[in-house]
């Protein structure tokens, strides 16, 4: 019981991807398509989706993309589709989301 959906302007810079998890007791997940073709976007090359809603940003690879919402936790994944930079992955991402003793170890 997932709901996804597209939505973008006429030149295709402002790209939004809504995830909305329809459950409201129980975990959904499931394989969701960006139409990146209609995007005007490369399938071959990697993306960015930045999540308006908490900050995270994650790096997709192909149009199908695996999500889990929690009705609890995270209902709704509101995304921005970005350009990626050429071979960026995880480690290049924005964690400015992270606690500030995030990976010290005592």
Request: glycine share 4%; charged share 25%; hydrophobic share 35%.
């Amino acid at each position: 019981q997932l709901l996804c959906y597209a939505k973008w302007d006429s030149e295709r810079r402002n790209k939004m991807l809504m995830i909305v998890n329809l459950d409201p007791h129980n975990t959904q997940a499931g394989w969701v398509q960006v139409p990146l073709h209609a995007l005007n976007m490369d399938s071959t090359q990697q993306y960015m989706v930045h999540d308006l809603m908490t900050e995270h940003k994650y790096t997709w690879n192909s149009e199908w993309n695996y999500v889990e919402l929690r009705p609890h936790e995270m209902p709704v994944h509101v995304f921005r589709i970005e350009t990626a930079n050429p071979g960026m992955g995880h480690d290049s991402l924005d964690d400015k989301w992270l606690p500030e003793d995030h990976g010290k170890h005592e």
